[in-house]
């Protein structure tokens, strides 16, 4: 019998990766990536992959970052916006599923190997318990992962926006900062790239130095490399900020599954933050330190998380 094949896809504001999977498992393959401006719609992108690959697909999961709890998908930094229903019949599919991209990125959580990941400190992977992941990048993205009689169950929200708590002087310095900006301090505005530049500054203003206007990229670059001692502190903390987040998540519902960070920014410099006190600060509990030090923290390296999640979701689907 011949295997079905499956479309999988991440979008995301500027790029669109699309993929070919079928029921065999998460492996996926004809893997190929179009800028999401030169296609009026994600129809036209579609069908042209599909020529290109020369694949007929029935089934489709596509992983996109905006809200996908309606029909009606209007995209956060895309001029695409399109119904659901309305896809699925121009292609020709018998189910299509849209799922938001951390839903996508918890879902690739339990199918990630070794060589994909790198681990932070000590503990052992449950393999049936709850798991967490976030993401530094644009944003802050934030997911838990539950295991229900044999299936994975995504469960997003909005943990990036919950109150941020400093922890030492120099985190209670960087919240009188930004609050004197914003009316609600939140995670996200020190765990994003505006974060990285917004934690740099905190610091210039707390040693009295004048800023330099720099991109979060040049944060990361200078500091890693020790060539800027502010940009090495402001990363530092920023280590520091994601581990205590971290310990957050694994607290919330037990994710003795592992901790796990993705999003564009940290793979950039895992050594880095190996060396740093995010593990400590991810342990840093009280007299809940002995609970959470159980808990393995991951770094992901894989570079298509989405994609891989999006292909576990259509396989637990089913091609049915």
């Not at 069908?47 to 992983?63: D, F, G, P, Q």
């Not at 009689?149 to 922890?167: K, M, N, R, T, Y």
Request: hydrophobic share 40%; glycine share 10%; net charge negative.
């Amino acid at each position: 019998m011949t295997q079905q094949l499956g479309l999988i896809a991440d979008v995301g504001g500027t790029n669109i990766r699309l993929a070919l999977v079928d029921e065999q498992g998460v492996e996926y393959t004809e893997l190929r990536k179009y800028l999401c401006a030169q296609y009026p719609t994600i129809t036209d992108v579609i069908r042209h992959y599909l020529e290109e690959v020369n694949a007929s697909v029935r089934h489709a999961c596509i992983a996109i970052a905006c809200p996908t709890n309606s029909d009606w998908i209007d995209m956060t930094n895309n001029s695409w916006a399109f119904s659901r229903r309305e896809v699925q019949e121009e292609l020709g599919l018998d189910a299509l599923y849209i799922i938001n991209d951390y839903t996508a990125i918890s879902m690739s959580l339990p199918f990630l190997k070794d060589d994909q990941m790198v681990q932070v400190g000590p503990g052992m992977i449950e393999p049936a318990a709850p798991k967490a992941v976030l993401g530094p990048g644009t944003g802050l993205g934030v997911a838990h992962l539950v295991s229900v009689e044999g299936h994975w169950h995504s469960l997003p929200g909005e943990g990036g926006h919950v109150d941020f708590a400093p922890i030492d002087d120099v985190d209670n310095y960087i919240w009188k900062y930004l609050n004197k900006r914003y009316p609600h301090v939140s995670y996200e505005q020190l765990l994003s790239g505006l974060g990285l530049i917004q934690i740099y500054e905190a610091l210039c203003e707390m040693r009295g130095v004048t800023v330099i206007e720099r991109t979060p990229a040049d944060i990361t670059t200078l500091g890693v490399a020790g060539e800027c001692e502010l940009c090495q502190a402001a990363v530092e903390q920023f280590c520091k900020v994601l581990g205590s987040h971290a310990g957050n998540l694994a607290m919330n519902l037990g994710a003795f599954g592992g901790v796990y960070v993705a999003g564009g920014i940290v793979p950039r410099f895992t050594d880095f933050v190996e060396r740093s006190e995010f593990r400590a600060r991810f342990e840093a509990k009280g007299r809940f330190t002995d609970y959470v030090r159980r808990v393995p923290t991951f770094l992901i390296t894989e570079e298509q998380p989405g994609l891989l999640g999006a292909a576990a979701y259509l396989m637990q689907e089913g091609f049915n």
